[in-house]
C-alpha cells in the first residue's frame, strides 16, 4: 500500500510541475519597439506586448527598400529598426538595414542581451551585430520566427552562417 501512495504522490508531483513549466512559458512576454528614420538617433517608440504574428505583421508592413534608399539618398543612414525583447530571458532581436553594394542594400541583424537598469533612461545592450550581405527578408523572417520559439541555439547557428561585424553595447531611449 505504502508503494502505491508513494507513486500517486509521485504522480501527482509531476504533473504539478508540468503545470507550473507551462503556466511560466504561457507567462513569457515579448514587447516591441521601432526606431523611424524620422526620429533622432537611439529613440524608439515602444509598440508594446507583441507576438509571432504581430511582430512580422509590422516586419511586412515596412517598406525597408524605400526607407534605405530614402536614407541612403540623404546620407543619414538613420534607418528603421524593428526590435523585439524577451522580458524572460533579457534576450534582444533587432532588424535594420545597411548599404550592401552601390545598388543593393542588406538586413543588418542585431542579436544579444538586453538588461534593464535603474535608470530607466539609460538600459544597456551588449549586441552582437551580423550583416546579411542580402535584401532577402526570409532570413529576418527566420530569425524572427526562431526568436518567439525561444529557440536561442538555433539562433546563434543560424548567425554563424552571416557576416560578423562587431559586438557592441548599446544605449537608447523610449520616446514617450
Given at each position: 500500500m505504502n508503494?502505491?501512495?508513494?507513486?500517486?504522490?509521485?504522480?501527482?508531483?509531476?504533473?504539478?510541475?508540468?503545470?507550473?513549466?507551462?503556466?511560466?512559458?504561457?507567462?513569457?512576454?515579448?514587447?516591441?519597439?521601432?526606431?523611424?528614420?524620422?526620429?533622432?538617433?537611439?529613440?524608439?517608440?515602444?509598440l508594446g506586448k507583441t507576438t509571432l504574428e504581430k511582430h512580422t505583421s509590422d516586419f511586412e508592413s515596412i517598406n525597408w527598400k524605400n526607407n534605405?534608399?530614402?536614407?541612403?539618398?540623404?546620407?543619414?543612414?538613420?534607418?528603421?529598426?524593428?526590435?523585439?525583447l524577451s522580458k524572460n530571458d533579457s534576450k534582444y532581436l533587432s532588424i535594420s538595414?545597411?548599404?550592401?553594394?552601390?545598388?543593393?542594400?542588406?538586413?543588418?541583424?542585431?542579436y544579444g542581451n538586453h538588461i534593464e537598469t535603474k535608470n530607466i533612461d539609460k538600459p544597456k545592450r551588449k549586441v552582437k551585430i551580423y550583416i546579411t550581405r542580402t535584401e532577402n527578408e526570409e532570413?529576418?523572417?527566420?530569425?524572427?520566427y526562431l526568436f518567439f520559439q525561444r529557440?536561442?541555439?538555433?539562433?546563434?547557428?543560424?548567425?554563424?552562417?552571416?557576416?560578423?561585424?562587431?559586438e557592441i553595447e548599446d544605449l537608447y531611449k523610449n520616446i514617450k
Open positions: 508503494k502505491i501512495l508513494a507513486i500517486f504522490i509521485l504522480i501527482l508531483s509531476l504533473a504539478s510541475c508540468k503545470e507550473k513549466v507551462n503556466e511560466r512559458e504561457m507567462s513569457i512576454e515579448f514587447t516591441s519597439r521601432i526606431h523611424s528614420s524620422e526620429f533622432e538617433t537611439d529613440l524608439y517608440k515602444i534605405f534608399w530614402n536614407e541612403f539618398k540623404y546620407g543619414s543612414l538613420n534607418m528603421t529598426d524593428l526590435e523585439v538595414t545597411f548599404p550592401n553594394t552601390d545598388d543593393t542594400f542588406q538586413f543588418f541583424i542585431g532570413i529576418p523572417k527566420k530569425l524572427i529557440d536561442f541555439n538555433k539562433i546563434n547557428s543560424k548567425l554563424k552562417e552571416l557576416t560578423f561585424m562587431n
